[in-house]
């Protein structure tokens, strides 16, 4: 799993510079104190989505055997709902 500090810099390294704004306003390039708190930010949110995303695979992988070891002792799976 990646930590946040190795996130941070994996974002810096594909986002050199920040702006914020939309095509009708204009966009502005954020200062320095700005860049790191959006960086921050963004390396957070990638790595509560990553957390996520384990969380469920590790579900998927423990139905899955509690499947195998459920049919393995002649139960059907189904009739209890997995």
Do not use: C, H, W
Request: proline share 2%.
């Amino acid at each position: 799993m990646t930590t946040l500090n190795e996130m941070i810099e994996i974002i810096k390294a594909e986002n050199p510079t920040l702006q914020v704004g939309d095509d009708e306003q204009g966009y502005t390039q954020l200062n320095a104190k700005d860049y790191e708190a959006k960086v921050k930010e963004y390396a957070e949110a990638r790595l509560a989505k990553q957390a996520k995303m384990a969380e469920a695979e590790a579900l998927v992988q423990s139905k899955a055997e509690a499947v195998e070891k459920l049919t393995a002792l002649g139960i059907d799976p189904k009739a209890l709902g997995l």
